[in-house]
Nanobody, 120 residues
Framework: QVQLVESGGGMAQPGGSLRLSCAASGFPFSHYSMTWARHRPGKGLEWVCGIYSDGHDSWCSDAVRGRSAISRDNANNTVHLHLDRLKPEDTATYYC?????????????WGPGIQVNVSS
């Protein structure tokens, strides 16, 4: 059974950094791309960053590009999202998701989400 569990959320200050992690189990992790998405208050679901199954290619949205990094450790079945220069608009529930492909797209499993609050 696929399990995705996010960690690393909480309170952060504007201008600060945070690192979210997602521990995956129940499937061959290295076979699938992984993506972080977020749900901001009053907004729809927003894709943040994604990474291909082999970790060699990644993508991040315009909202976080240049101050974000996504990485994965296929040996330990984890994927990480690092955000720098945090803004209050980064406040959201962040979700880890698994694709059905090696490349980005078509997600079939989601973690329960973790809250990030950026405030001074």
């Amino acid at each position: 059974q696929v399990q995705l569990v996010e960690s690393g959320g909480g309170m952060a200050q504007p201008g600060g950094s945070l690192r979210l992690s997602c521990a995956a189990s129940g499937f061959p992790f290295s076979h699938y791309s992984m993506t972080w998405a977020r749900h901001r208050p009053g907004k729809g679901l927003e894709w943040v960053c994604g990474i291909y199954s082999d970790g060699h290619d990644s993508w991040c949205s315009d909202a976080v590009r240049g101050r974000s990094a996504i990485s994965r450790d296929n040996a330990n079945n984890t994927v990480h999202l690092h955000l720098d220069r945090l803004k209050p608009e980064d406040t959201a529930t962040y979700y880890c998701s698994k694709s059905i492909y090696t490349v980005l797209g078509a997600y079939d499993s989601w973690g329960p989400g973790i809250q990030v609050n950026v405030s001074s």
